[in-house]
């Protein structure tokens, strides 16, 4: 029988919960790395140190320069006291606005808007106000819950200061009210102290990810040194990891899911870099899913900015990217169906259940895989 490439079934497996890692290693590049040849349709166990072995002089390294942002929020209703839990998405955009049909009641455009999404006992009301908390319990900012947008159940807030719209920037609220949003299956979603530097990559630029790109995770300064010292060039994306990485396909058919957006940007000079590497023979190496997705939504290569919801599955052909470093997934995710489609499906499930044979540790603080 062929196998049915677009049921979401299809890309599922059993992972014993003793593999899902909840600390990174003390040494990020000490974590495992499992080679993966699709020449050769062979596989290989090594460890991130190792990687500079598999990297050629003319070869390009991309990694996605996106900074995690404080992102968990808690808070209470003012009107009732009641406890409330939230995670800040993005800053409000034009078209968030525009496409909720958002109208400016009492407060102009001009002051920036957020994204939410919260829980709380009973129903938030529009025009209701939450009372965000610092890390010491202590009231910081309110929200204004403006408009609620049916599709999804987030919100569209206004944050305000002694009782009026404040111009100060996002990022900087965030980093008084805020914790890392680490996702649910790693210790319950419960961040710590160490979280703040351990999910983080060391590269970390740009602010507005709601998700760490993992596979990032487990490069240090030195690695990258010694990267470097062999002739590889580094070059940086961005792409703003969202909501979707939380959330898996809720449908049967892959055809019928509908991909989160997520802000990207390749800039003109990386632009340049990547077509010299490929005019010179070099290979595009990709750290994470997150790069893969900036570079095969480019046109050849060419240069943007701008919102990407490219969901790449079967049978899709990659333009852009010669080689893959990225974590283990979750079944049945977006991110698993982007792998196997890269990777060959047989191969890489094959990988996967060697990797879970020799209890590889799993997911975001876990150990890594090379395609090439």
């Known amino acids: ?5 677009n049921s979401i079934n299809y890309y599922d497996y059993t992972l014993p919960e003793r593999l899902i890692a909840s600390r990174p290693m003390a040494n990020r590049a000490d974590a495992r790395l499992l080679v993966v040849d699709r020449k050769t349709q062979t596989i290989h166990h090594r460890h991130v140190r190792d990687l500079p072995e598999f990297l050629n002089p003319n070869d390009c390294l991309v990694l996605n320069n996106t900074k995690v942002v404080p992102a968990r929020l808690k808070g209470l209703r003012t009107l009732t ?6 995670l800040f998405l993005e800053p409000a955009s034009d078209a968030d606005l525009e496409g909720s049909g958002f109208h400016f009641d009492k407060y102009p455009r001009e002051f920036q808007r957020w994204h939410i999404l919260g829980t709380t006992r ?11 908390l610092d890390p010491y319990s202590r009231p910081y900012v309110r929200l204004l819950m403006e408009q609620k947008i049916k599709s999804d159940g987030s919100w569209i807030c206004l944050p305000l200061l002694d009782g009026e719209p404040t111009t100060e920037v996002c990022w900087d609220i965030l980093q008084e009210v805020g914790s890392v949003p680490i996702p649910p299956y790693i210790r319950k979603g419960v961040s710590d102290e160490s979280d703040v530097e351990n999910y983080q990559t060391v590269y970390a630029q740009e602010p507005g990810a709601v998700a760490a790109p993992t596979a990032g995770l487990h490069f240090t300064k030195e690695l990258l040194a010694q990267i470097e010292a062999k002739g590889v060039k580094k070059e940086f994306v ?9 959330r898996p396909i809720s449908c049967e058919r892959l055809d019928e899911h509908q991909m989160h957006k997520e802000w ?4 003109p000079e990386v632009s340049k870099v990547l077509k010299d590497c490929r005019a010179n023979g070099g290979r595009i190496v990709t750290v994470g899913t997150t790069s893969v997705r900036v570079l095969e939504a480019s046109h050849d290569l060419e240069p943007f900015s701008g919102d990407i919801d490219l969901f790449i599955r079967p049978p899709y052909q990659f333009h852009a990217v010669d080689a893959l470093m990225t974590n283990f997934h979750l079944p049945k995710s977006t991110l698993l169906v982007l792998v196997r489609t890269f990777g060959g499906d047989e191969l890489l499930k094959r990988a996967y259940d060697e990797a879970i044979a ?4 799993f997911y975001s603080y876990g150990d890594a895989m090379l395609i090439l």
Do not use: I, S
Request: hydrophobic fraction near 30%; charge should be negative; charged fraction near 20%.
């Open 264 to 267: 990207g940007r390749l800039t």
């Open 122 to 132: 009973g129903k938030l009301q529009p025009g209701e106000q939450v009372t965000l």
């Open 81 to 86: 006291g009641g406890a409330w839990e939230g």
């Open 358 to 361: 020799n209890e590889y540790r």
């Open 1 to 5: 029988m062929e196998p049915d490439f």
């Open 238 to 246: 961005t792409l703003h990891v969202g909501l979707g990485t939380f």
